[in-house]
């Protein structure tokens, strides 16, 4: 189905104007990152040592989100790019002893899902690289219970081991932790004790005796170090990236069985999700028979952060895969309504929120005023930790559900947060995500200069990015592994929400969905054509309405629509607006004459449509959609061509 736009831009929207500004600031920043901080091959210029286990996530996050700008309508040489310094790293951690045949050797999801968020992003954005295919297909398979690497255990339907990869389970924690875990580890302070049961270790202090340091060492390597725990629901995205490619059953059945195992042990720790299943596979087998207590659980060192993310991406795995909302998403609204329930009130103090330089950035004056604080773990002594609740996980349980209760539970959340979700604070973290609050304010209708006002921030948080490059001196701490991600100027979670409808994704592992796609129909690649602009103004379960302009006075663009991120969903019927008169007037006028406009209603019954857009026109596309009515692929725009011949 082709549509033609026919109304005149006019004076083009400020937003479309900033939004083609920013892909334009983009596409000259990501070229000053990669000359000053990269060599040739694409690894990072790094001259430290790397030790331990810990750091492999740290060379890829700096271009977690490039292929992002890619698919998005980045540089045409920036795929390239991102392909070189996936390569490059690859071979930097894989002569660091960190991989095995290009795989992390074995760490835990927490970690791996940050370094995997590059891998996704190529894969989706050229799924016709054989080489990534073949990647993607034997890096998913270590995590099949046939799997020769044994790191599942298929009949317990667990994970063995907290750390795990190409060298299969790796149980214990980082060997220098496991030797002495000291109150001399200042950066670890804020998170407290890794176990809080042992006698005589009561507080954090207590760890400046050296016995306490290796007693408690030697007690986190052996019940933190083995057995499964929920941050390995993160593992789902390897699988269901696996599956975009070939929808093979045993990565479907292996997800399904893993989540539903979750599920279950969700259903008998009384609704709570539990963050630890001992080696024989029983909840609570290696902490007493708690149901908190495990790696990268609810009580140290994130707990909410990262139960509750991996939480989100097993629940939109199992429906990506699926095909239906079904119960999944309970799992995910368990921990979400859990704190909820244990709210108070109050400004957020450093020593109560193991976060609170996080959310000082992001809400600014607003952090010190009377917030809705949830406990983000639990202890023995209870639930501690108090911070404002992450929007993305209601956002996106909100966004793939559609359920009444879940739009709910974020109406609930805004008038009891504290707040001014219509406010824009100036910041930029290296999730690449946090402002959910005024853009679900936006697409409510409370909200009218989101779009423009984001732009103008997103385009300010690059330009102060690139002053932190002019003013960077590697030579200071050449050892910083984090220095990267800290510089990176590239800024795509504004451009997420407009162009595609969608919350950026959970930076521990999620795979990026959106409400729609665009491909360029000319160059035969994905991303919006040069000079078009795309603002999603309003979503819904059965609706989506996109706004497209070409900002081109002398050329004509073609864009290929597409709904859903993987083609997953149907377009039936799209209303058009179309100019009837009135433009563009007499030659002798010095002003338009007033022009007239009408709509008209087509039946697609496809998940993509083409749209013309001739110089200088505007065109608002209504989609009526049906969710998940097509087997979800990585698509290339080949498919598309197939079916208009």
Same mark, same amino acid.
């Given at each position: ?41 694409? =690894? ?52 660091? !002893? ?73 149980? !214990? ?21 890794? @176990? ?47 599956? @975009? ?22 259903? !008998? ?18 902490? =007493? !028979? ?12 994130? =707990? ?64 010190? =005023? ?242 013309? @857009? ?32």
């Amino acid at each position: 189905m082709t549509v033609t736009a026919s109304v005149p831009a006019g004076e083009p929207p400020a937003w479309a104007v900033l939004q083609r500004r920013l892909f334009s600031a983009l596409d000259e920043v990501w070229r000053v990152f990669e000359e000053r901080y990269c060599d040739p091959d694409g =690894g990072l210029r790094f001259d430290g040592t790397l030790q331990g286990r810990d750091g492999a996530d740290d060379f890829y996050e700096p271009f977690f989100n490039w292929p992002m700008l890619y698919l998005l309508g980045g540089a045409d040489d920036l795929l390239d790019a991102c392909k070189r310094h996936w390569n490059g790293v690859t071979r930097q951690l894989t002569d660091a !002893g960190f991989l095995i045949d290009e795989y992390e050797r074995g760490y835990d999801w927490f970690h791996q899902g940050e370094s995997l968020l590059m891998f996704y992003g190529i894969c989706a954005a050229d799924p016709s690289d054989e080489e990534f295919r073949r990647r993607a297909l034997r890096f998913a398979d270590l995590y099949l219970p046939a799997s020769p690497a044994g790191n599942v255990d298929g009949p317990r339907r667990m994970i063995r081991a907290p750390h795990t990869g190409s060298g299969g389970p790796r149980r !214990g924690v980082n060997e220098e932790w496991a030797a002495g875990y000291g109150a001399e580890l200042a950066g670890m302070r804020p998170y407290g004790l890794p @176990l809080e049961d042992l006698p005589g270790i009561d507080t954090w202090d207590d760890l400046a005796d050296p016995v306490n340091a290796r007693r408690m060492g030697e007690e986190m390597d052996r019940r933190l170090g083995d057995g499964d725990v929920a941050v390995n629901l993160a593992s789902t995205s390897l699988i269901a990236n696996a599956w @975009l490619y070939s929808h093979e059953a045993r990565y479907r059945d292996w997800l399904v069985a893993y989540v539903r195992a979750w599920q279950e042990r969700t259903a !008998g720790c009384g609704g709570a999700v539990p963050d630890n299943v001992g080696p024989a596979g029983q909840v609570g087998e290696l902490h =007493g !028979g708690r149901w908190y207590g495990g790696a990268y659980g609810w009580t140290w060192p994130h =707990g909410l952060h990262s139960v509750g993310a991996v939480a989100v991406i097993a629940a939109m795995n199992a429906a990506l895969v699926t095909g239906e909302n079904g119960a999944w998403f309970d799992l995910a609204r368990a921990p979400l309504d859990q704190v909820l329930a244990e709210a108070t009130r109050g400004p957020i103090r450093d020593g109560d929120s193991s976060m609170a330089m996080t959310w000082r950035q992001r809400l600014g004056a607003e952090a010190d =005023g009377d917030l809705q604080l949830v406990p983000y773990r639990r202890g023995l002594h209870g639930w501690f930790d108090r911070q404002p609740l992450q929007l993305a996980f209601p956002a996106w349980i909100w966004w793939c559900s559609g359920e009444t209760r879940d739009q709910r539970r974020l109406s609930r959340v805004e008038a009891e947060c504290g707040y001014d979700w219509t406010t824009v604070h100036a910041f930029r973290d290296k999730e690449e995500a946090g402002h959910e609050a005024p853009w679900l304010s936006y697409l409510a209708g409370r909200n009218p200069d989101y779009p423009a006002r984001a732009l103008a921030m997103a385009l300010g948080q690059v330009a102060r990015r690139m002053a932190l490059i002019r003013a960077d001196d590697p030579a200071v701490d050449p050892g910083d592994i984090h220095r990267w991600q800290r510089l990176n100027p590239v800024v795509t979670e504004i451009l997420v929400q407009l162009t595609t409808g969608a919350p950026a994704a959970l930076y521990n592992g999620g795979l990026q969905q959106a409400g729609v796609r665009y491909w360029d129909a000319d160059r035969a690649r994905p991303g919006l054509p040069a000079d078009v602009a795309a603002l999603v103004e309003d979503i819904d379960p059965a609706r989506i309405v996109v706004h497209l302009v070409n900002l081109s006075n002398t050329g004509e663009r073609r864009v290929t629509v597409q709904a859903g991120a993987f083609a997953e969903d149907r377009i039936d019927q799209v209303v058009v607006e179309e100019l009837e008169d009135g433009y563009p007037g007499r030659s002798r006028a010095y002003r338009a004459d007033r022009f007239t406009t009408s709509t008209r209603r087509i039946d697609v019954a496809d998940n993509h449509l083409l749209v013309i @857009l001739p110089p200088g026109t505007r065109l608002h596309l209504t989609l009526s959609v049906s969710r998940r009515q097509f087997t979800p692929s990585h698509p290339t725009f080949d498919r598309f061509q197939e079916k208009q011949k």
